[in-house]
């Protein structure tokens, strides 16, 4: 089955203490990226990776960092969680964005809450 | 800046009855357009898409126009199920850039058996 996995689906941290959310794809797409959505905001993106080993900032990338090794796995990683980074994230894959159809993939959600 | 803008948060409406959701956009830039629907506890799903070149596209009960003049989009779905209550997501960008895609805060439809 297709599909775009996040691990864990619900976290709860403290402040300063990293965490990594992963996210994989069995798709062999090219693209992969991460957004935060907040209430009232819509889906914000963080970072994004057009291949393994590119990666490059969204609009909100502060805090976050994150790696593509593999074309399958695109982690997330918060060095210092801060109580304005509770939200919840979502990792998105995509085929070949120079593709007209720039349909998105997204896994179930990371539910973050950083105390 | 919110480059995409979803004014109703939540709309409610009788099962069998056609559900509009808007959706207005700023940048006249973009020229490809999408609906995503999101059920609780999941991620959004791909539901159906415009580019500009066209006014209207039709996928079974839902129905996507776009009035590029106005910079305004809607989506109607009829009729309405009980399972299309969801969170719909507006997105929009460019063709082969994934990374001006602009999303909505969505529109919460309920459909009332």
């Known amino acids: 089955e297709a599909q775009v996995t996040q691990n864990p689906r619900y976290l709860i941290t403290v402040t300063g203490k990293k965490l990594t959310v992963t996210c994989s794809q069995n798709m062999n797409h090219e693209y992969m990226s991460w957004y935060r959505q907040d209430p009232g905001l819509g889906l914000r993106q963080i970072y994004y990776s057009m291949n393994v080993e590119v990666t490059d900032k969204g609009d909100v990338p502060e805090g976050y960092k994150v790696s593509r090794k593999e074309k399958r796995n695109f982690p997330l990683i918060l060095e210092s969680p801060s109580p304005n980074q509770t939200s919840l994230y979502f990792c998105a894959s995509s085929q070949d964005t120079r593709l007209a159809k720039n349909i998105q993939y997204f896994g179930a959600g990371t539910r973050l809450s950083v105390l | ?113």
């Open chain 2, 1 to 113: 800046d919110q480059q995409v803008k979803q004014n109703s948060p939540s709309l409610s409406v009788q099962e069998g009855r056609i559900s509009i959701l808007n959706c207005d956009y700023t940048n006249s830039m973009f020229d490809y357009f999408l609906w995503y629907k999101k059920y609780p506890a999941e991620g959004p799903t791909f539901l159906i898409s415009i580019s500009s070149i066209k006014d209207k596209n039709e996928d079974g009960r839902f129905t996507v126009f776009l009035n590029k003049s106005a910079k305004h989009l809607s989506l109607h779905i009829v009729p309405s199920q009980p399972g299309d209550s969801a969170v719909y997501f507006c997105a929009a960008g460019r063709p082969g850039n994934n990374n001006d895609m602009r999303f909505g805060a969505g529109t919460r439809l309920t459909v009332k058996p």
